[in-house]
């Protein structure tokens, strides 16, 4: 485990492991930001990038693609930089079961240097770009937007940590994208029935497990920031803002404001994780009152678009992580879940199974967890045996033990998010269980006599090449 205190310590971490790029040449916001973290995305364990001299900006600095490999991710964990994804996986698991973790509560952070109250100008203050051609504007997408439920603002566990896309809209104001599963649209529909706006704050550069814990499916009464402390190892410290929010110490900029009581605008299109654009809804609004920064700022932010991107880093893992524990609660024989693929819209599970139809059982039971309402759309669940993690073993599993005419059951109009271009109409999908294990009693279907075994000392072999060919590669 390894506790950053802030972006900049984590980014140092990441060219020491020669996992950063620097870009000392002139490059203009558009296109040249979003189509170099795009390319980024084609190339294996690929780096972070860093720009420092971006036209049209005197100071501006910009992070991108932090997350954007299995090598980043580890390292995030304080991991070996190349830990497997099904080791990173556990290890996850592990640090998940620690919760809680505690706060460390201080008065004061480097984010408090600079604090801009009057004429606020968010096209002028930050060095934004438009990440896809056809987005309808500029968008914040990577920062951490906090919330206090009005109705119990003094409970820190239902505090809320989440990562939504925002559209800068004027110079002082911006909408958000909520849909009804995140925490943050419990907030607002209790402050709108108090008929009260809700104040949020927006932690931009952040140091790199608070943003993970932002993109994970936490339940309502878990914080994030206690998530965040059993992963570091190490209370995490917050500073609390006049409102009564908790912000990360280590944020580059702070932006506080408020979400507009009952005022809805019309918001996007924004090339999105299924790798469409998303069209345009009707979104709150958020009018901001103050900006606080550090001195020379480092603003990060995220390639969105036809997965792999950093997007995809993101909600791997915090997305497989909180799935497998809520299956183990109903059923224990569960090994592992993969949820890495375009934010879980695809989950395979392996398990043990109990008897003939179990493996249909789990699949229900995760399209029930708290991802699988508006998002798990296509379930594969495996034997035990089948590494979910391994595409190669889960198309094996599909291509033979999979029967459509009893393997595959399919649920209509179920809730989705509105982002993945399948539903008709929006927010309404089909979703669909294939049971790709092999048939036990009762079920009788099939002729599966004696499976293939590996040839004995497999294992041992595969470790010593494994460190031949990593030497080799040195």
């Not at 607002?188 to 550069?205: K, T």
């Not at 497990?209 to 209370?235: C, F, N, R």
């Not at 609390?240 to 918001?267: F, H, I, M, N, S």
């Not at 509105?418 to 008709?424: E, F, K, N, Q, V």
Request: glycine content about 8%; hydrophobic content about 40%.
């Amino acid at each position: 485990m390894r506790a950053y205190k802030d972006l900049r310590e984590f980014l140092s971490v990441l060219e020491e492991e020669r996992q950063m790029l620097r870009i000392h040449d002139q490059v203009f916001p558009e296109p040249d930001m979003a189509a170099a973290a795009c390319a980024l995305t084609r190339i294996e364990e690929s780096p972070a990038i860093y720009f420092d001299k971006i036209a049209g900006f005197d100071s501006a600095r910009v992070a991108m693609n932090v997350h954007g490999s299995w090598c980043n991710h580890a390292l995030a964990l304080g991991m070996e930089k190349d830990a497997p994804r099904r080791d990173q996986f556990f290890e996850f698991v592990r640090r998940f079961q620690l919760y809680p973790g505690t706060l460390e509560r201080v008065a004061s952070a480097p984010w408090q240097e600079t604090v801009v109250e009057k004429d606020i100008n968010l096209y002028e203050m930050l060095p934004l770009f438009r990440l896809n051609r056809g987005d309808g504007g500029y968008f914040i997408d990577k920062a951490c937007t906090i919330s206090r439920d009005p109705d119990d603002w003094n409970n820190d566990d239902v505090e809320n940590v989440g990562i939504y896309r925002l559209q800068v809209k004027g110079p002082n104001r911006l909408g958000i994208q909520t849909v009804p599963q995140h925490d943050i649209a419990i907030h607002m529909a209790h402050a709108e029935e108090r008929g009260e706006d809700l104040p949020v704050a927006l932690a931009l550069g952040n140091e790199p497990i608070i943003t993970l814990m932002g993109a994970t499916p936490l339940l309502y009464t878990q914080l994030e920031y206690k998530m965040a402390a059993v992963m570091q190892g190490a209370p995490y410290t917050v500073v609390k803002t006049a409102k009564g929010l908790d912000v990360p110490w280590g944020a580059e900029y702070v932006l506080e404001g408020r979400v507009l009581c009952g005022q809805r605008e019309t918001e996007g299109p924004f090339g999105e994780f299924p790798g469409y654009y998303s069209g345009c809804h009707k979104y709150p609004v958020i009018e901001i009152d103050r900006i606080s920064h550090r001195k020379d700022p480092i603003y990060d932010a995220v390639y969105v678009g036809r997965p792999w991107t950093e997007l995809d880093f993101l909600q791997a893992m915090t997305t497989s992580a909180p799935i497998f524990l809520q299956l183990k609660e109903t059923f224990p024989e569960v090994v592992a879940v993969n949820a890495l693929y375009t934010h879980g819209l695809v989950v395979v599970v392996s398990t043990k199974i109990r008897y003939g139809g179990f493996a249909k059982y789990i699949g229900l039971r995760v399209l029930s967890t708290t991802h699988g309402l508006g998002y798990a759309k296509v379930v594969i669940v495996v034997d035990e045996d089948v590494d979910p993690f391994d595409l190669n073993q889960v198309m094996w599993a599909i291509s033979v033990k999979v029967n459509p005419a009893g393997d595959i059951v399919t649920i209509p109009n179920l809730s989705e998010n509105l982002l993945d271009p399948a539903c008709s109409p929006g927010g309404i999908v089909t979703k669909m269980i294939i049971d790709a294990t092999t048939p036990v009693a009762p079920d009788r279907r099939g002729d599966y006599g004696e499976e293939l075994d590996k040839p004995e000392h497999t294992d041992q072999w595969q470790t010593k090449l494994q460190a031949l060919v990593k030497e080799m590669r040195k």
